[in-house]
């Protein structure tokens, strides 16, 4: 109980809207003083548009300063953003990014401690409590994942079973072995062990686990249903990035109509990804995230490419934080097939009703003879079989017409035998685009 008190942080979580932009401000000052004296790239960035520390002085400010982009990081790598000196820096994590340059972000002793006083309160608010076990199927590196539910599953102080990722049968044997309670790993993960306890005969009834802490990728509600069906939980969101410490600026409460960022560490705005225009709340544009607290990668209004809508109200779980919908894409998740915009999540939702449950997918893009191909396989599911569609040729036929007229184009919908297409053990890689590796 005492930890469950510590880390329902009441003061931060539930403080008014006036208390939380007076804070807010109070610690924006701070840090852009901090990012003005210690970042000379972002400082450069201040000079150019002629602004000084002083003129920001309180987050009505906020839209003054200049935007960090991807690119940014890319231009500082792999020191040119660090606000601390390296000897004062005891971590680095870095993307699972496989194009480009990854990015790496640094850690101060403190940075540490509030990215996992964030991943507590997502712990605590999945309901768990010092009286858990809790398994940490996130990939453990380099990867945020996997050191940052570790060190919140220890404050909380559950029982913290540091699986990495992988090995699922083994995955299966220490959960009910240990009788663990509480399962993070991303959401294909999870289908995926889901999947497998059923292959193995495995009640989820037989199993100890109450609770799911899934994130760093897009996931459906039908995924969510799925996931909780096979496991037996209820399956809570989390949301983070690098760039900012990792899982837990976001993360979902009992009542899951979204996820409360954690407000009083991050400012959260919407912007109109083309023009740079601040939105207002429930109009749906690209998240950007300013850090309040971090020391060591301090970053000032970044651009995550996330499509996102956030809401403020009342929420009956008594936390004021803003809450952000589920980012259902990134902006540089797009593919550009023929010339007209295919977001994968498009592709998802069409296949999700025709199944009516989650069907393993890949998208595959290719160029031949200078056009677009744009393949779809699909694993064959009983479900697909209705009484219109009979026959493969009826489903590919049906899900080829939905999708074009979703999309505006066709693809080439390729039945493929149930678990032919690989499943994932960290993120879920959906699309295959040869184009970028010919080109
Ligand atoms: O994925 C951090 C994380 C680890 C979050 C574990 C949650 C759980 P990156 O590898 O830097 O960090 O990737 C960050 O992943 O900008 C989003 O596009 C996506 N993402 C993260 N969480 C969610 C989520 C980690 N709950 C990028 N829903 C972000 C949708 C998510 N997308």
Redo the contacts with the bound molecule.
Sequence with gaps: METQKRYRDEKHECMSREEMKALQSEKLVKQVRHVWDNVPYYRRKMEVRGLKPTDIQSIDDLHKLPFLSKADLRDAYPYGLLGKPLDECVRIQS??GTTGKR?VAFYTQNDVDMWEECVARAIVAAGGTDKDVCQVA?GYGL???GA??HGGSHKVGCLTLPMSSGNTERQIQFMQDLGATILCCTPSYAAYIGETIKEMGISPDTLSLKAGIF?????TEEMRREIEKSLGIKAF???????LS??GVAFECEEQTG?HINEDHFIAEIINPDTGEVLPDGTKGELVFTSLDKEAFPLLRYR???ICVLTRGKCSCGRTLVKMA??MG?SDDMLIIRGVNVFPSQIESVLVKMAKTMPNYQIVVDRVNNTDTFDILVEVDDSMFSDTVKTYEDIQKTIANELKSVLGIRAKIRLVEPKSIPRSEG?AVRVIDKRKLHG
């Design positions: 993307t699972s990015v996130y990867f945020t994942g940052g539910l994130g760093a990728e897009p996931w969101d989390i949301y983070g990035l690098t760039e990792g899982p996820m995550t490419r996330d589920k980012p990134r993120k």
